[in-house]
């Protein structure tokens, strides 16, 4: 039998964020229910702004990038990469795996924060320059994971700061923006390098 390291067990408790217990009666399903429904209409309103405005073609350019596609294929495999430190750092977090980083709580919050920020660019053209479209299958679901993406993330940041919270709800919630990241990835990013060629 192991005996567990008192420092190691004193710096992984350190390492994560408070957690609030609650018991079964103390759970407040309004907390819940609102910031879904909040992040629902969120992903709603935009797939019908999408959908109902004119496209406009409009191009994406950056310096060292041949085209708009490149662009937002590096922007969205960047948010993917970091969206797996998301997932990794939520693991250590939990104590999933077994390892004491000090920083994990940072890196966890700013590796979101960042990969949500690098997706905005990418949006703002799929949805101004070409619109919530339909007429392929996976332009459709890129269209839709796109939307679901920053509902989950609006929904996400509104439950952590509620209380009586189930256990299992920001990590349920977590895990569909993990999945749309994914999702999102695999629509365009994967699809640009293997059709288009792998370069920037």
Known sequence: MTVPDPE???ARAAARPPQ??????????AAVVVPVAVGAAVAVVLGVYGRLHPPTG?????PWFTGTLYVKAWLTTLAFVLSLVQIATAMVLDGRIDIVLPRVPAVHRWSGRIAVLLTVPVAVHCLY???FRVDEPRVLVHSL?????????VAKMLLLVRRGLPRWAIPAVGGVLFTA?????????LWVFTTAGFHL
């Open 8 to 10: 190691v067990t004193r």
């Open 58 to 62: 409009l191009s994406l350019a950056l």
């Open 145 to 153: 994971v796109g939307c679901l993406l920053y509902g989950a993330f």
């Open 181 to 189: 990241f994914v999702a999102m990835w695999l629509t365009s990013s």
């Open 20 to 29: 609030q217990v609650v018991s079964p009666a103390g759970i407040s399903w």
């Open 129 to 131: 320059a070409l619109g």
